[in-house]
């Protein structure tokens, strides 16, 4: 069963500086996505990034990107030059075949 | 192009009565998955469909609550009866299962149920 860790409840960071969430999973399969999605206040679940697992190059949308470590099975999120606007709950999520597994979450906090 | 649309936004009910969330996905799509979340137990997957077939309803909580996918462009979640504890926000999603795809669900705006 493919399971997905997020050890860190909350973070903050200053705007305009740089963080990084935390993710780890378990998975027997060599073939799968990651991804990480944001859920501001408004509850909408949004898309931030998506990882092949078969691609060794880490994925890069504009502010955000990540690192991927296929044989420690971690995939962080960096965001930089974080704006007030990437405060949200954050989750690391993979899927394998359609079975898309969640993890708790990490909030963001954004301080000004 | 229109993304999963859900309906109602916001649901206020009393115990007892029957609560019907209704869930449009993206067309293309044939993969529907239906999930609540509440800040104790996060989000969690209730059941999905493939090709309007039910695949994993294992967690749907009690016979209390239903899914039904009549066809590829509409599903429902049925509560009967409801009680507090459904309060919660529920999502649905969407995918493209197979190839081409990008692995990736879309989700719905959610509805919030509250129970009273």
């Known amino acids: 069963a493919q399971t997905v860790t997020q050890s860190q409840p909350e973070m903050s960071v200053q705007e305009a500086e740089t963080v990084t969430l935390s993710c780890t999973y378990d998975t027997s399969e060599s073939d799968y996505y990651l991804f990480w999605y944001k859920q501001p206040p408004s509850r909408q679940m949004i898309l931030v990034i998506r990882q092949e697992a078969y691609k060794q190059q880490n994925a890069t949308e504009n502010r955000f990107s990540v690192n991927f470590q296929k044989a420690a099975k971690s995939f962080s999120l960096k965001i930089s030059d974080s704006q007030l606007g990437d405060a949200a709950m954050y989750f690391c999520a993979s899927n394998y075949g359609q079975n898309f597994v969640f993890g708790p979450g990490t909030r963001l906090s954004v301080l000004p | 192009d229109a993304g999963v649309i859900q309906s109602p936004r916001h649901e206020v009910t009393e115990m007892g009565q029957e609560v019907t969330l209704r869930c449009k996905p993206i067309?293309?799509?044939?993969?529907l998955f239906w999930y609540r979340q509440t800040m104790m137990r996060g989000l969690e997957l209730l059941i999905y469909f493939n090709n309007n077939v039910p695949i994993d309803d294992s967690g749907m909580p009690e016979d209390r609550f239903s899914a039904k996918m009549p066809n590829a462009s509409f599903s429902t979640l049925k509560i009967q009866p409801s009680e507090p504890r459904d309060s919660a926000v529920y999502f649905c999603?969407?995918?493209?299962?197979?190839?081409?795809?990008?692995?990736?669900?879309?989700f719905g705006e959610g509805s919030r149920l509250t129970v009273l």
């Open positions: 999603a969407s995918s493209l299962y197979g190839l081409p795809n990008t692995g990736e669900l879309f």
């Open positions: 067309s293309g799509h044939n993969s």
